[in-house]
């Protein structure tokens, strides 16, 4: 029964991807823009720098560009703001508030080692040295090669 569900791999790869790409950039448009609820009323280098890291690399997680290094920065990003923000206020995530920086974190290593999935201008361009066949297993972009 789950073997049928390989072919939609693709597909709930790129749901996860845009899904989470449009909740980060909320948290970014909350910072910068104070939008749809009132961010912080003064905004320091730091703030500053993860509003417009959430809403550019949102964005692009969004639509699928450069989604592979986009996602290692943003995966990094959100591993510091976890220990410098979150992790000195409690030891654990749940009383911190950091649970949300933890799991961005581990989407946006997913999306580094899996690539963005279907739907992606990644895969119109031709970027990455492999893509998800439509049982998505990994395949070689150039077969006769490898």
């Given at each position: 029964m789950f073997t049928q569900l390989d072919s939609l791999r693709p597909y709930t790869l790129a749901a996860l991807r845009i899904i989470a790409g449009l909740l980060y950039f909320a948290h970014g448009t909350q910072k910068l823009f104070s939008f749809p609820i009132p961010g912080p009323e003064t905004l320091n280098a730091m703030a500053l720098t993860s509003g417009i890291l959430e809403v550019v690399g949102g964005i692009l997680i969004i639509i699928g560009l450069f989604t592979r290094p986009v996602a290692f920065v943003l995966s990094g990003h959100m591993a510091a703001a976890y220990f410098i923000a979150h992790a000195p206020q409690s030891f654990y995530p749940v009383a911190n508030g950091g649970d949300a920086a933890i799991l961005f974190c581990f989407v946006f290593l997913l999306l580094v080692t899996h690539g963005p999935g279907a739907f992606a201008m990644d895969n119109r361009a031709g970027r990455g040295s492999?893509?998800?066949?439509?049982?998505?297993?990994?395949?070689?972009?150039?077969?006769?090669?490898?």
């Open positions: 492999a893509r998800l066949s439509p049982t998505g297993s990994l395949r070689p972009r150039f077969p006769g090669r490898y």
